[in-house]
Each structure stands twice: as structure tokens, then as C-alpha cells.
Nanobody, 123 residues
Framework: VQLQASGGGLVQAGGSLRLSCAAS????????MAWFRRAPGKERQFVASISWRGSDTDYADSVKGRFTISRDNAKNTLYLDMNNLETEDTAVYYC?????????????????WGQGTLVTVSS
């Protein structure tokens, strides 16, 4: 499975962005997927995850209520809608394709990773 993340860019605090992650194979619809991020000088952290049906989602406390993860299995695409962005959201965002069908916060549950897309939030 190859993952191609896109949609990053420069936005002012309070603004919105939508990230997309296109998967190369149809089989991606049977696996959980997630977004992680790595801020400058920090370790990679969990952002949001979604089960293969899209019925279960999970969010990091820092983004809950502002970010929404979703997927379109017919298009093999994962999304992350980010609203009310904060400067602390500045990071490279990575999409990940899971080993199992459920949503997980653990990076060890994800085998395939996208190349990352940079989100920069200015004050």
C-alpha cells in the first residue's frame, strides 16, 4: 500500500485546512487508518484514528472538537478536517494504514505511512 498525503500549507491561527491521504490499493478499505504529526523538535504524536467502516473514531485531547477524521472507502481516501487551528498545530502530518480493522492510537498498529504534509499555523 502506498499513501500520498496532501493539503498542507500555511494558514493563520483560527483558520481551517483539509488534509487528504490517497491509498494506492482497494484493500485499504478493510483496515483502520490514522493521522499522526511531528512538530519541530518533538516526537511523533497521535492525532486521530478511524476504523475501517468509519463507525469508530478517536482523537487526541489536544484536537478533540476541532479536528474531524473521515474516510471514503470508494475513493480509497482518508481525510482530516482541521478547524480553529492553533500555532501549536504546526507540524508535519502523516497518514498511516493499519494492520487491523479498528482505530488505534498506537503507531505500532500501523504498517504503511505516507510521506507527510507540512501544516504551518501563523499567529
Amino acid at each position: 500500500v502506498q499513501l500520498q498525503a496532501s493539503g498542507g500549507g500555511l494558514v493563520q491561527a483560527g483558520g481551517s485546512l483539509r488534509l487528504s491521504c490517497a491509498a494506492s490499493k482497494r484493500t485499504s478499505s478493510n483496515n483502520g487508518m490514522a493521522w499522526f504529526r511531528r512538530a519541530p523538535g518533538k516526537e511523533r504524536q497521535f492525532v486521530a484514528s478511524i476504523s475501517w467502516r468509519g463507525s469508530d473514531t478517536d482523537y487526541a485531547d489536544s484536537v478533540k472538537g476541532r479536528f474531524t477524521i473521515s474516510r471514503d472507502n470508494a475513493k480509497n481516501t482518508l481525510y482530516l478536517d482541521m478547524n480553529n487551528l492553533e500555532t501549536e498545530d504546526t507540524a508535519v502530518y502523516y497518514c498511516a494504514h493499519g494492520l487491523r480493522p479498528y482505530a488505534s492510537r498506537s503507531s505500532s498498529e500501523y504498517r504503511y505511512w505516507g510521506q507527510g504534509t507540512l501544516v504551518t499555523v501563523s499567529s
